[in-house]
T-cell receptor, first 113, second 114 residues
Framework: DAKTTQPTSMDCAEGRAANLPCNHS???????VYWYRQIHSQGPQYIIH???NNETNEMASLIITEDRKSSTLILPHATLRDTAVYYC??????????????FGSGTQLTVLP | DAGVIQSPRHEVTEMGQEVTLRCKPI?????LFWYRQTMMRGLELLIY????????DSGMPEDRFSAKMPNASFSTLKIQPSEPRDSAVYFC????????????FGQGTRLTVV
């Protein structure tokens, strides 16, 4: 799986958009970008994933650059409960293939009141 | 569904004792994963199963660690004998084999070996 690079930490004001970047310059054509987050003392939680098109769900939006070498997770209106470590993971996701996730260090997002 | 259920939530044991962690995956999920999380090493995959069969156990640190999945609704991770360096939070996760589906994690078991 491709290696990802994320900033160690970020702050965001409550109510503002949180934009979390991720670099994955060695991504392969069949690799997806996944985002998970881990709130303190809880298990990781899936947020969103995408291949090359931008994606949006009830939690966040995922913007993937045209060359797919980087992406940004956007939390449109951050709340205090969004304070967590956010993990960007790149992996193959074809049917029948291995399902394991390889977690890096992630970005500690702190939402400030 | 109640999600992935792990037990116990907390375990304190003495060095040398056997420890068994338990996991009930989400019904219908055919993949099950065991992860360990420490401050030093972050989240590490220990082993995963597909349809109750261990597929990759290369992350299991030593022979002291073993995992089983006797049926689709139950898995155990056993450490025997336990050592202080095994202290960590152990997470179980499950997922479907369907293309692109996400993994669901349990709340974890915090293990302290004294």
């Amino acid at each position: 799986d491709a290696k990802t690079t994320q900033p160690t930490s970020m702050d965001c004001a409550e109510g503002r958009a949180a934009n979390l970047p991720c670099n994955h310059s060695t991504i392969s054509g069949n690799e997806y970008v996944y985002w998970y987050r881990q709130i303190h003392s809880q298990g990781p939680q899936y947020i969103i994933h995408g291949l090359k098109n931008n994606e949006t769900n009830e939690m966040a939006s995922l913007i993937i650059t045209e060359d797919r070498k980087s992406s940004t997770l956007i939390l449109p209106h951050a709340t205090l409960r969004d304070t967590a470590v956010y993990y960007c993971i790149v992996r193959v996701a074809s049917s029948g293939s291995a399902r394991q996730l390889t977690f890096g260090s992630g970005t500690q997002l702190t939402v400030l009141p | 569904d109640a999600g992935v259920i792990q037990s116990p939530r907390h375990e304190v044991t003495e060095m040398g004792q056997e420890v068994t962690l338990r996991c009930k995956p989400i019904s219908g999920h055919d993949y099950l994963f065991w992860y360990r999380q420490t401050m030093m090493r972050g989240l590490e995959l220990l082993i995963y199963f597909n349809n109750n069969v261990p597929i990759d156990d290369s992350g299991m640190p030593e022979d002291r660690f073993s995992a089983k999945m006797p049926n689709a609704s139950f898995s155990t991770l056993k450490i025997q004998p336990s050592e202080p360096r095994d202290s960590a939070v152990y997470f179980c996760a499950s997922s479907l084999s369907t293309h692109g589906t996400e993994a669901f994690f349990g709340q974890g078991t915090r293990l302290t070996v004294v």
